[in-house]
């Protein structure tokens, strides 16, 4: 937090000190909060690569060491030894649930994770190719038409109904992301039950049937507890950073999630993980071998790229990955399933490895490049894999809403720019016209 250390800059004759605060993990930021006060300039950074948006409790992750943790706890550990809504429990709340709590939390997504019987046709509007991110987006912000609970932009939104808004759509999304399968696959809804738990009842809500039940094999709830754990927060991506900024103009909680689910949808993002596997079935289609293909994704000079591969943070191996490669064998293993990806991706990755290319950039497989391969093992087709990482990641954006919103320093985010366009002009007499 705040030392006696300053930054100074020296800027047309002139001095001026910022101040430089550190976090938990000794990181270190200066704050130029008054910077174009003091110099009239702004600080420019595509891609915000350098620039810190809010100060956060919630996720810790150094890039170099290839260390993540939630609220303090190592996601190893957690991945190991929690449940995904205990895990969600603490990322929202702080604090892991005492029994009590988890009870409570359980029963609660349970009590809300039907939805209003008119949002199911709207599934029907929808053509059958429809992505489930375009359905996912919009039926989440369509929650704020059936709960207006968190929809009137009050500024002091009572903790309370915060809370069951989270509750919600921690249980309703669940429900949303299987209704849009069966509707990909032309198959009749699947109701959730209550005598199921979260990753249980997801599973039963996409592979049964009223004509046949759904064994759900505990090595494949593992890996889906261990999935979503693994994408329940990642500090300011991408996505959390557009519900971050979408949330500080108070707007609800669901519109800001909507937004989320439309940012992480990109291939650069969390789309990468449907990428992974359209790349390894365009080398199988293709006939090259893999050294070709990384060869030919070399020689694009940033044309074609490995999707699953590099990371704006780590410049080492995604501990997640890790986690994940560990956990496809065993699921594949448990399934009797001999996927030939899996054989195709550590080829990929054991070349990339070796190779000056990928090493001098720090280019790693990151948490997208293993999971499609355990998604279809799973049964999950490679259009709903963004879905997956938006039902994980659902806790850590509200997680990250509500943080924005109690922050003190809570503002509306404006960036500002460089203009670099024409100077002031006149509309010229033969550019005029006098039709309205
Ligand atoms: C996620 O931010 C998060 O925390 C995200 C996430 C989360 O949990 O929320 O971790 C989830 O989004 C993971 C990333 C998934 N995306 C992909 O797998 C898509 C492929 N990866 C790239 O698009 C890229 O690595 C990014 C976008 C992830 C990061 O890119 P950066 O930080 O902007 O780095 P860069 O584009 O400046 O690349 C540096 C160099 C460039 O080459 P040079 O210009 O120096 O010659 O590395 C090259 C790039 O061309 N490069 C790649 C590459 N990624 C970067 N070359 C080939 N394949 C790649 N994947």
Partial sequence: MPTNETATLTFRGKTFDFPVLTGTENEVAIDISKLRKHTGAVALDYGYVNTGACKSAITYLDGEQGILRYRGYPVEDLAQNSRFVEVAYLLINGRMPDKNEREQWSALLNRHSMMHE????????????????????????????????????????PDEAINIAATRLMSKMRTIAAFSYKKSIGEPFVYPRHDLKYCANFLNMMFSSPVCSYEIKPEVLQALNILLILHADHE?????????????????????????????????????????????????????????????????????????????VYKTYDPRAKIIKASCDRVLKALKINDPMLDMAQELESIAM???????????????????????????????????????????????????????????????????????????????????
């Fill in 236 to 312: 300011q991506n991408c996505s959390t950073s557009a519900v971050r900024l979408v949330g500080s103009a108070r707007v609800n909680l669901y519109a800001s999630v909507g937004a989320g689910i439309c940012a992480l949808w990109g291939p650069l993002h969390g789309g990468a993980n449907q990428m992974v596997i359209n790349m390894l079935e365009d080398i199988a289609a293709s006939g090259k071998s893999v050294q070709q293909y990384v060869d030919d994704v070399k020689s694009s000079k940033g044309g074609k790229l490995l999707y699953g591969f590099g990371h704006r």
């Fill in 354 to 436: 070796r190779d000056e290319y990928f090493i001098s950039r720090n280019l790693y497989p990151n948490v997208d490049f293993y999971s499609g391969i355990i998604y279809r093992a799973i049964g999950i087709p490679k259009e709903m894999f963004t879905v997956m990482f938006a039902l994980g990641r659902l806790p850590g954006w509200i997680a990250q809403w509500k943080e924005s919103r109690e922050d003190p320093m809570f503002k509306l985010q404006r960036p500002r720019q460089i203009y670099i366009g024409p100077n002031v002009r006149m509309v010229k007499e033969a550019e005029r016209t006098s039709e309205l």
């Fill in 118 to 157: 008119d949002m199911r046709h709207f599934f029907y509007s929808y053509p059958e190719r429809a992505h489930p991110m375009a359905i996912l987006s919009a039926m989440v912000v369509s929650l704020s038409t059936f709960y207006p609970e968190l929809s009137q932009h009050r500024p002091e939104e």
